[in-house]
């Protein structure tokens, strides 16, 4: 690999652990991994507030089902 490729991939990975650090001190509860999917999502158009309402809701239906609540359809 070339010393710019090298650069670049160590940029990234600076980028990527502070957008980590911000998430973490945002609570978010996003775990490196899943953070990772919501960027790549982002950078292939989604618009971030869909997928932030979609999290929400998700991270709902999990909570109900742990409690065996019935799903809302409100939000």
């Known amino acids: 690999m070339t010393s710019e490729k090298n650069a670049q991939i160590g940029q990234a990975r600076e980028a990527f652990q502070m957008l980590y650090q911000i998430s ?3 609570c978010t ?3 490196q991994e899943t953070l990772t999917i919501c960027i790549r999502l982002c950078e292939l158009g989604v ?3 869909v997928l932030a309402h979609v999290i929400k ?5 999990g909570e109900n089902a742990t409690q065996n609540k019935p799903l809302s359809t409100q939000t």
Not at 57 to 61: A, G, S, T, V
């Open 29 to 31: 509860g996003l775990d």
């Open 24 to 26: 973490q001190l945002l």
């Open 57 to 61: 809701e998700i991270r709902k239906m």
């Open 47 to 49: 618009d971030p507030e």
